[in-house]
């Protein structure tokens, strides 16, 4: 039997559906590429390319129209805000602590997520990226750690238009006219060579290697253009890895 689309099942999304689609409908035109690879049931994580500050809430709508239920490890800062805040935790998003001894957290409450058979949205890179051109930057370990510790898989993502409706780091939308945005999935990464082994901070990095590239690729495609062959390294370029920097 078909699994039944997490859309059509009642749930505090439907409100947050009912809020943010028609705006965003406005200013927003999706073309979805490979929408079949995906998964219609099951844990995954779904690790998708980041530039702008509005990508939670376009890759949130896009998953959400691919019949999934989007949750995100989001900035712990979000959840300050009263209104906003308890919008985050009634729909099961997950605050993430840029450092200290709440951290880790972040990867227990995601296990907690995929194993009640739930998909969850880590952005890789931690952070918009730094590359000037907006291709995706070195990675962090944390999409691919929960992956690899919970034995799900982690399917590559990329989207290309955002930068239209929100440049980088910019204060204000821009809705008209209205926005194409290209959303790609791509083929589960094949991680079998890391599975059931100790998970060491060499593999980790190896392994997000492949993930990178992987959504280098997708991102490429949607461009029509190569992707640089290296990823953008923030410490090689004397930059900050979190915060906002100038364009």
């Keep these: 039997m078909k699994p039944r689309s997490e859309t059509r099942r009642p749930s505090f999304f439907w409100l947050l559906a009912a809020i943010a689609l028609p705006p965003l409908g406005l200013a927003v035109r999706y073309r979805f590429h490979h929408r079949e690879r995906m998964p219609q049931s099951g844990a ?17 709508a896009a998953v959400w129209k691919l019949g999934r239920a989007p ?15 308890w919008l985050l935790r009634t729909s099961g998003q997950i ?14 409450a995601a296990e907690e997520l995929v194993e009640k058979g739930r998909m ?21 370990t944390g999409a691919v750690r929960i992956a690899l510790e919970r034995d799900i898989p982690i399917i590559p993502s990329a989207h290309w238009g955002t930068q239209e409706l929100m440049p ?3 204060k204000k939308i821009h809705p008209f006219p209205r926005k194409t945005i290209d959303v790609i999935v791509g083929e589960p990464l094949d991680l079998s060579e890391y599975r059931g ?29 190569p992707a640089p062959a290296e990823r953008w390294d923030p410490t090689q370029h004397g930059q900050k890895e979190t915060g906002r920097l100038e364009d």
């Design 44 to 60: 995954f994580v779904l690790a998708p390319n980041h530039y702008s500050e509005i990508d939670p809430l376009v890759i949130g």
């Design 71 to 85: 949750r995100f490890l989001a900035k712990a800062s979000l959840f300050k805000n009263p209104v906003l805040g």
């Design 95 to 108: 605050p993430v602590e840029r450092a200290g001894s709440k951290s880790h957290r972040a990867l227990r």
């Design 120 to 140: 969850v949205v880590v952005y890789p890179e931690g952070s918009l990226t730094r590359d000037p051109d907006l291709w995706p930057m070195r990675g962090k």
């Design 168 to 170: 980088r780091y910019g």
């Design 197 to 225: 082994k100790p998970l060491t901070q060499s593999s980790l990095l190896e392994a997000t290697d492949q993930l990178m590239k992987a959504i280098a690729e997708l991102l490429a495609e949607l461009r029509d253009e």
